[in-house]
Structure formats: C-alpha cells, structure tokens
C-alpha cells in the first residue's frame, strides 16, 4: 500500500482511461479532449487562464520565477520546495531575497510585509501553500491580501502542487498556482499545470520569456486548445477523466473528506503520544516527529505493507510523513494509524491498545 505524499496512487479507472493508442497531438480528435480537460482545470482552479506542461511541477515553479520576475524575487523557505524557488532564481541569475524559516514553521505575513515594505524592486512573491518537506500549511491567503495591499502588481506566486485537490484554494489574490500531475491529482508524474490571474497574463504577455518555458506562447497556443510543443496527451486524458469524476462527485466533497481523514490521522497519533511536527498542519500529509521514525517505517513497511516517507536533510530520520491526498479510502487510512500503534508496541514504546483506531473512526466518521 502506497501513503507516500507523492506519488499518489492511480485510481483503477484513470488507468483504464489513459490506456487507448497514442492520438496525435496535432489532430481535432485530441483538441477536443484538451478544451475539455482545459474548461475542468479552470473550473476546478477557479482562475482565469491555465496552462498545461509536459515536465514535472518543478518546471512549472522554473517558468514561474523567470516569466514572472521582472526585477527581484522574494522567496519563502520553510523547506526543500520552498528553497528550490530560491535555487531557481540563482541558476538564472534572477536576483532575489530569501525569508527563511525552520522547516516547521509558516511565514508570517508581517515579515512578508516589511520585506516588501523596505526593497520597492521585488516584483514577485514565491511560496508553498503546503510545504512537503515538514507537512506545514503557510498563510497564504492572508500573505497575499496583504501583498496585493502594498501593490497589486507585485505577482503572488503559490506553488499548490501538495494543496490543489486537497482544499478549496481562495485564488482572490493569487497571480500564479501551480500544481502537478502526481501529488492530490492521483496521476503518473510528468504533467504540470498553472492557474493566472489577469494581471498575471498580462505582465507575462508584456515581456515574453525564454523558449520550452516561454508562457506567453503557451497561453497564446492553449487558447486555441493545442500546445507550444508535443502535448502529454496520454496525461492530458487522464487528466480530464479525473477532473470529470472530481466534479461529478463534487470537489467539496473531496476538500471535506481529505480534511476530515487529515484531522482523524492527526488525532489518532497525538492520542497515541506522537508529536506532530509543524507548528500548521496541512491537510495533505501527517507529518510526525519521531527519533524512532525509521524504525517505524521499517516496521510498516515490512510487516504490514505499507510504505510511508521519511525526511529529508537535517530531518532523516526524525520525521515520518502520510498521504491523505487523492482519493483514499477508509480502510486504507485507519490501517496507517493501527499499523503505526502496533509498531510503537513492537519497539516498547507504547502497549498496543486499539486506541487510535479509536479515535480515527469517531471523527472520520
Ligand atoms: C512534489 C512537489 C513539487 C514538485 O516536484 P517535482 O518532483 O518536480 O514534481 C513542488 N512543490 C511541492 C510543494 C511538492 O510537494
């Protein structure tokens, strides 16, 4: 069983959906299905303009800072993905300020505010809504509001490749979300996609930049729905018949269950005497705490089947991290808590005493 934040599980009939023959990308027969897929990706963003990429999420944070930032970028680093937009900016010598923070720790906007408030080149904004590496939800919305106060022209980019799919974002004073094939949206990796706001389209129409990753020419192309280059075609189906369930479902229904299994597995685990690990929890993922975090997994992993991740850099071994991204089911989420509560026994930590399947069935039910 696969609870890793990424990759996700690929529901059986998303599968069935990619598994016809190669279409040509160029042919009225896949412009059909992208204007399809494209109408649910901005239906479900709830922006005004998208664009699809054949490269993994990274590509889609790499196009981001170069076509965004005119002048100087303001990255946020509470993690691995948050210091990879500052990495970006770096490799392409696109100068920038780093905010960073323990990886447990959100930003707060008023360090935000007084950055901005004293560099009047930064021009853009980069960060996580949920961080990966520590599981942490940063305040993204209230960043932006508060962006968007001083001046609305400095872009705010919010990298939601581990947020889209999981809650309802509020994109009021968001210029650029991003999101990937292979965390919430239970696809293969290998596609990425990003929400504009107008004001966004327009300042990237206003100095078109670089080729693969030029998006003034992807917009224009998927407009008319085809792409700059070859399409993911196989990816764009999958897409679109994951969407179509979402919506057929109702994404409130997915935001509320994944809240409600995030909040459960959290409970559970605290009642058990774990530590969960940031200081704001996303829904995505149950990051905990543990010295004994890859004994744990190692348990998990053998005896019962299940492979959750660890951590990365200085926190190797000291974390463990579960998906609830995607469409998990119940048995498969309680059996994470249990499983986890039987390898505290199996290490002396804790006697095994049925309590966080307890707990998680009260709530998540
Ligand atoms: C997975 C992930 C990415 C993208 O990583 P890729 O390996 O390039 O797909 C970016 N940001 C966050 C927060 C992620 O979790």
């Known amino acids: 069983m696969l609870l890793t934040p990424g ?55 790499e196009a981001c800072v170069t076509n965004l930032t005119h002048k100087k970028a303001l990255t946020i680093n509470s993690g691995k993905f948050g210091e990879r937009f500052g990495k970006i900016a770096q490799a392409h010598n696109i100068p920038f300020v780093e905010l960073k923070y323990e990886w447990n720790t959100p930003t707060s906007v008023e360090d935000v505010v007084k950055v901005i408030s004293g560099d009047s080149d930064i021009d853009a904004v980069f960060i996580q809504i949920c961080e990966s590496a520590g599981g942490l939800r940063h305040p993204v919305e209230a960043l932006a509001e508060a962006v968007k106060k001083i001046n609305k022209d400095i872009m705010v980019v919010a990298d939601g490749i581990t947020a889209v799919g999981v809650e309802k974002i509020d994109t009021a004073n968001i210029d650029a979300l991003i999101t990937g094939s292979q965390k919430a949206l239970m696809l293969p990796p290998g596609l990425a996609m990003i929400g504009f706001s107008t004001v966004a389209v327009k300042k990237i129409e206003a100095k078109s930049y670089g080729y693969y990753f030029n998006l003034a020419t992807e917009i224009k192309k998927q407009r008319e729905n085809t792409t700059a280059w070859t399409a993911a075609t196989t990816l764009i189906i999958g897409l679109g018949a994951i969407l179509e369930k979402l919506k057929e479902d109702g994404f409130d229904k997915l935001y509320e269950k994944t809240s409600l299994r995030a909040k459960a597995t959290r409970e559970a685990l605290l009642a058990i005497g774990l530590e969960v690990y940031p200081a704001t929890p996303a829904d995505a993922m149950t990051t905990i705490y543990s010295e004994k975090s890859n004994e744990i997994r190692k348990i998990l992993k053998e005896e019962f089947d299940l492979n959750i991740a660890g951590g990365q850099d200085h926190l190797k071994g000291k974390i463990f991290r579960i998906n609830h991204m995607g469409l998990v089911a119940d048995y498969e989420a309680v059996w994470a808590v249990n499983t986890i509560e039987k390898a505290l026994d199996k290490l002396g930590i804790r006697d095994f005493d049925g309590t966080a399947n307890k707990i998680f069935m009260e709530i998540n039910s």
């Open 7 to 61: 990759p996700t599980a690929v529901p059986e009939f998303v599968r069935t959906a990619m598994s016809g023959e190669t279409l040509h990308h160029r042919t009225p027969e896949f412009e059909n299905i992208f204007k399809n897929t494209r109408e649910l990706l901005l239906e479900m963003l709830d922006m005004p303009e998208v664009v699809m990429l054949a490269s993994s999420g990274t590509g889609a944070m």
